[in-house]
């Protein structure tokens, strides 16, 4: 807030349908209103001009008086903020992201409302804020009854953004955010999601001029926390790997069709998404020696009620990369003998992708963890299957990482490789880095007892 408060004169542009301009500064930042008739201006200049001597603060973000911010802040509930934030948001928004911030939003929502205030029937209304008030896609289409019902009382009950300075009504948002619609509590990476969703909101409303600063800042409050780290109980050795890849050769249906789709995730150590969308044109595959698989981005199901065009499935730029960022990855020559052999058993697809179902689409999730779930039954032990090895075809990632770091990749190059950033590599795979430490501390002091050998005149051992 600020009392440095200047006026100018009306401008008058003519050509536009609001022609006059009514012009001020708040400590040197120009602010503008523009309004269709002079009548209109003057009025409009003569009442901020009266309120400023008044001796009444103007923000400088907004412009506006601070009785005018009072009231706009009074007027808009934490409903409408977290929905324009939405709507100028979507655009630029991929739709598995737009599913992540309707659910965050459809979360905390029915937790900001007055005290004792409760809907009856949570799981209607967690509905309706899901499918409808926070996804644009469906804002063309009148929602039924029972949701119509749910979100008139949402509107109504939804605290004003004024209410998010308070720290128990921040509190029982991010509660909110630790617990599923049943109570029971939800799982420690989807709450530190929505917790950021919640924050990004916050700080939109800065910028509009809701708040000084956000209000989670000064909120003493701790977000579960997250084990990021790969437990070597779950990650198979080569050994397993070769006996559960062959094992997904064997059956019957996709099984062949897999067997590559499942190599690439180990020994390229590349995401599902990156599978799916890899390219016959993206394979340098020589008859003999290494090959390269050059990566430009993965295929993401977002759902045809979040896409622009309706489609289930997104393509994507590599993972926190530009879009046209690609990532070369070199493959060892068992592997690439996999590859050709699928190619020449199964062909491409007429843009020239090497995976596809029967339909000729991606691969579905739900289609190859089917075909995973057989494969370690038919191919561990019975100690393996109970332990978790290998639970997740995602292992195969982890499996060809850590293989990496055995081998004693430079953890630099592993994480290039693996399209990660280094601080990540180090955070989900400390246990393994322990190995690869302990490597690099005996090769060290090999070194040096070599050159304390030599320093005492006795020859290298040959």
């Known amino acids: 807030m600020s009392y440095n408060v200047r006026f100018w004169e009306i401008r008058e542009r003519p050509g536009r349908s609001t022609r006059f301009q009514v012009r001020w500064t708040v400590n040197g930042r120009e602010k503008s209103e523009s309004f269709s008739t002079t009548g209109l201006a003057e009025s409009r200049r003569a009442k901020l001009m009266t309120t400023a001597r008044e001796g009444e603060p103007f923000d400088e973000h907004t412009g506006l008086p601070a009785s005018e911010l009072r009231a706009i802040r009074q007027r808009t509930t934490w409903y409408d903020l977290a929905h324009d934030y939405l709507d100028q948001r979507w655009d630029r928004t991929p739709g598995n992201t737009r599913q992540t911030l309707a659910d965050a939003f459809a979360t905390i929502t029915p937790a900001l409302v007055p005290p004792g205030a409760t809907y009856p029937e949570p799981r209607v ?14 804002w063309d289409r009148e929602p039924g009854d029972e949701w119509r019902g749910a979100l008139g009382w949402i509107k109504r009950h939804s605290l004003p953004v004024s ?34 969703a919640f924050n990004e ?46 094992a997904v050769g064997r059956q019957r249906g996709r099984g062949p069709h897999l067997e590559a789709f499942f190599g690439c995730m180990y020994y390229a150590a590349m995401r599902p998404a990156e599978v799916n969308h890899l390219r016959l044109d993206q394979c340098h595959l020589p008859a003999t020696g290494w090959g390269m698989l050059n990566l430009s981005g993965g295929v993401v199901t977002a759902g045809k009620d979040w896409t622009d065009d309706g489609a289930v499935h997104e393509v994507h730029p590599l993972k926190r990369r530009a879009a046209k960022a690609t990532r070369p990855v070199p493959v060892p020559p068992p592997f690439v003998r996999i590859l050709l052999t699928h190619v020449e058993r199964f062909g491409v697809t007429p843009d020239g992708r090497l995976f596809r179902n029967e339909a000729g689409n991606y691969v579905d999730p739900a289609a190859y963890g089917l075909t995973w779930a057989k494969a370690r039954k038919a191919a561990l032990t019975r100690t393996e299957h109970a332990s978790g090895l290998a639970k997740r075809p995602y292992d195969l990632r982890h499996a060809g990482i850590s293989f990496w770091l055995y081998s004693g990749v430079d953890p630099a190059e592993c ?5 990660q950033s280094i601080q990540v590599l180090f955070r989900h795979y400390a246990k393994f880095l322990d190995g690869v430490q302990e490597q690099s501390n005996r090769l060290i002091e090999q070194s040096m007892q070599e050159w304390d050998r030599l320093g005492r005149g006795v020859p290298p051992a040959e």
């Open 125 to 138: 209304l967690r509905r309706a804020l899901y499918s409808w008030a926070f996804n644009k896609n469906a």
């Open 163 to 196: 209410a998010l300075e308070e720290a128990d009504v921040l509190r029982r948002a991010l509660n909110a955010l630790c617990r599923k619609l049943d109570g029971s509590p939800a799982a420690a990476r989807t709450a530190r999601r929505k917790r950021a």
């Open 201 to 246: 909101v916050l700080n939109t409303a800065v910028e509009k001029g809701y708040f000084v600063k956000n209000p989670l800042n000064g909120i003493r409050w701790s977000a579960p926390p997250v084990n990021e780290e790969v437990d070597p109980v779950a990650v198979p050795n080569p050994g397993q790997v070769v006996r559960l890849l062959a």
């Open 415 to 419: 994480a290039r490789r693996a399209g």
